[in-house]
């Protein structure tokens, strides 16, 4: 093992009376990392989907060391780095064409101690739901809930918690985690009112282009060879591209205003729209976008906080990933929250002794806790990293530049 990198924690034995049988409600990056986790602390996991099939939509996902860690200490290094591109460089490029700065992400790596990893989301979501079922999750697909009910015990000391399903069928757990994303049910039911995102201003188009043809191409075949993260960044807009699976997938995201109809969150993209909004950039995008055949559009919605707590008072129901804090995606950092918020519940909930309220209420406390100000802070810095990465040419934008130039100097010695 090499050093820096963690060791799989191993599977705790736990006795009937302290073993808590959990929900999940979401399959998602934050629903099975949870399970991961709560199940390595030897209590049961069942997990609640509404999809009929379990799979994420093809596209690329970057995965920073604070996240690789927590996959390294689930047991899924080994797996997940034969499907993990580790760029070498991240690159921060002006509009025109004109390199800004860079950082160093293998030094990154020593310095960390984990690795910097870029996915195609369906091989990170694979790994993930092989190794809950491995560690003995159970999952039931097509199960949308709509309600959460709860039920004292005789003796009042512990607090039991029913997930109601779309078509009826109800499920008893002795603790709820509503991992459902951004457009969280739980999160509603845990309110008790209403609660839609906020909007951003924002839309990702999210692309994938086969690099087969990049490879002709003299000027884009750099890309696809020597793997780095790009940031285009310029006014009111920026791109981002890595490659995926070993060179054979380009992904890119490009984010622009949003220009949705009102109550639409994903749509079919057109292609001619997306490829004028990038006419005037550096002609290495309007080349890269030439390849591409057809996009979807999606709305960028954030979470900015949860009040007054992340859990409901009876302690047997808590949410946690986008449903508790979605963040633009400019940190690269959404999923890398729900991956540490799963790893931070399923610890606390392994120093539980027994099934009562106060155990349960110890245990959720403390992961709110720990997750509360950090995952805020995430939030607000993706807003901050949206005005920066969007200001036009002028006064502001060069002393952001000079700011990243320092900054890379100074990482760099
Ligand atoms: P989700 O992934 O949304 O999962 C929720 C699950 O719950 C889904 O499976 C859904 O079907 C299910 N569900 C919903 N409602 C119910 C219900 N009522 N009953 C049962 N099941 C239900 N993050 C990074 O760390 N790195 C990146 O590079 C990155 N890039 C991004 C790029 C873009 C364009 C976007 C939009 C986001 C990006 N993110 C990134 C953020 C990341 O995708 C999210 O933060 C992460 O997927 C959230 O995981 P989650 O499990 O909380 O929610």
């Known amino acids: ?89 991240c690159n921060m490029i002006g509009w025109k064409g004109n390199k800004i700065s860079d950082m160093d992400f ?47 015990s005789a003796d009042g000391e512990s607090t039991i ?3 109601l399903c779309e078509d009826g069928r109800r499920f008893k757990a002795d603790l709820i985690v509503g991992a459902d994303g951004i457009n969280s049910k739980c999160r509603e039911i845990l309110l008790g009112h209403e609660d839609p995102p906020l909007l951003t201003g924002d839309l990702a188009y999210r692309l994938l282009l086969s690099t087969e043809d990049m490879m ?22 920026h791109a981002v591209n ?15 205003p949003d220009d949705m109809p009102a109550g639409a969150n994903t749509l079919a993209g ?13 002609p290495r995008i309007p080349k890269l ?34 449903a508790a804090h979605a963040t633009l995606p400019y940190l690269a950092s959404g999923a890398g929250m729900s991956l540490e918020d799963g790893h931070v519940l399923g610890i606390c909930l392994g120093k539980i002794k027994n099934k009562s309220i106060a155990e349960k209420k110890r245990a959720l406390d403390v992961y709110e806790r720990c997750r509360r100000e950090r995952t805020e802070r995430v939030v607000s810095r993706g807003n901050r990293q949206q005005y920066l990465y969007h200001v036009h040419d002028g006064e502001e934008q060069q002393e952001r530049d000079r700011k990243l130039c320092a900054f890379a100097e100074f990482n760099g010695e």
């Open 161 to 163: 918690a029913i997930a």
């Open 270 to 282: 057109n292609v001619e729209e997306m490829r004028a909004l990038y006419k005037d950039w550096d």
């Open 1 to 89: 093992m090499a050093p820096g990198i963690p060791s799989p924690i191993q599977q705790q034995y736990r006795d009937d009376a302290s073993r808590l049988e959990i929900i999940i409600v979401g399959a998602g990056l934050g629903g099975l990392g949870a399970a991961i986790s709560i199940l390595l602390s030897g209590h049961t996991v069942h997990i609640l989907e509404s999809a009929s099939e379990i799979g994420e939509i093809g596209a690329g996902i970057q995965c920073l060391p604070n996240s690789t860690r927590v996959l390294y200490s689930w047991g899924l290094g080994e797996k997940l780095s034969q499907h993990a591109t580790c760029p070498r460089l």
């Open 289 to 322: 976008l030439a390849l591409c055949e057809q996009v979807h559009k999606w709305r960028l919605m954030i979470r900015p906080g949860l009040d007054p707590t992340w859990s409901h008072e009876s302690a047997a129901f808590t949410i946690l990933g986008d």
């Open 216 to 237: 002709k191409d003299p000027e884009l075949k750099g890309f696809v060879e020597d793997p780095q993260v790009n940031y285009w960044i310029g006014p009111d807009a």
């Open 242 to 256: 890595y490659v995926l699976r070993g060179g054979k997938l380009f992904n890119m995201v490009l984010l622009v």
């Open 106 to 152: 293998h030094s990154y790596e020593k310095e960390c101690g984990t690795p910097f990893w870029d996915f195609h989301r369906a091989n990170l979501h694979m790994g993930l739901l092989e190794r809950a079922q491995e560690l003995g999750a159970k999952l039931t697909t097509k199960a949308k809930i709509v309600d959460v009910e709860y039920e004292g």
